[in-house]
Antibody, heavy 121, light 107 residues
Framework: QVQLQESGPGLVKPSQTLSLTCTVS??????????WGWIRQPAGKGLEWIGR???????NYNPSLMSRVSISMDTSKTQVSLKLSSVTVADTAVYYC?????????????WGQGTLVTVSS | EIVLTQSPATLSLSPGERATLSCRAS??????LAWYQQKPGQAPRLLIY???NRATGIPARFSGSGSGTDFTLTISSLEPEDFAVYYC?????????FGQGTKLEIK
């Protein structure tokens, strides 16, 4: 059973960089059958894709965040990382790590439990 | 970006009743429409993918239908554990997008 666990600071100051890590257990992240991404959800609001990374290193980023986001993976550590720069209070949200099936056009079949990140001075 | 509009925003029903949730896309998404259920404090759970396919372990009371731009999630007879927020999601064109959600509450 694949498990995804997000980790990182729960509080980030405005203008700084938000950095989160997703550690995957119970399976390899090296398989080309899957991509790995990040989705966020502000409190009481809907879900927004941030971006995803493939084992080839290719990435897809949401155009609304593209200038500030970077997603990468470390297969040796089975980790996926998210960096979001120049954060504002609007970036306060629960951040989820997610696995997508490449052969199913990115269908997300596994989610992490989510981690709350608050942007505040 | 494809915009998904869900209706109603809130649906108040009793256990045992039938629930019908709608999702309309701003342009065709082919059959790449999924439904997720989210309970408070939890990650979303995949219910239906590719319009009408139930995910592993999802009860038969959940069904999906539709095509092109109009899709429906039906719960044939509500169980107490079904009261939650439901999101539709398209993955036809990146960025994959979600609807704003329908809250299914106990009447």
């Amino acid at each position: 059973q694949v498990q995804l666990q997000e980790s990182g600071p729960g509080l980030v100051k405005p203008s700084q960089t938000l950095s989160l890590t997703c550690t995957v257990s119970g399976g390899s992240i090296s398989s080309g059958n899957y991509n790995w991404g990040w989705i966020r959800q502000p409190a009481g609001k809907g879900l927004e894709w941030i971006g995803r990374v493939y084992t080839t290193g290719r990435t897809n980023y949401n155009p609304s965040l593209m200038s500030r986001v970077s997603i990468s993976m470390d297969t040796s550590k089975t980790q996926v990382s998210l960096k979001l720069s120049s954060v504002t209070v609007a970036d306060t949200a629960v951040y989820y790590c997610a696995r997508g099936r490449v052969g199913d056009n990115g269908l997300v079949d596994y989610w992490g439990q989510g981690t709350l990140v608050t942007v505040s001075s | 970006e494809i915009v998904l509009t869900q209706s109603p925003a809130t649906l108040s029903l009793s256990p045992g009743e039938r629930a019908t949730l709608s999702c309309r896309a701003s342009q065709t998404v082919s059959s790449y429409l999924a439904w997720y259920q989210q309970k408070p404090g939890q990650a979303p759970r995949l219910l239906i993918y590719d319009t009408s396919n139930r995910a592993t372990g999802i009860p038969a009371r959940f069904s999906g239908s539709g095509s092109g731009t109009d899709f429906t999630l039906t719960i044939s007879s509500l169980e107490p554990e079904d009261f939650a927020v439901y999101y539709c999601q398209q993955r036809s064109i990146w960025p994959d997008s979600f609807g704003q959600g329908t809250k299914l509450e106990i009447k």
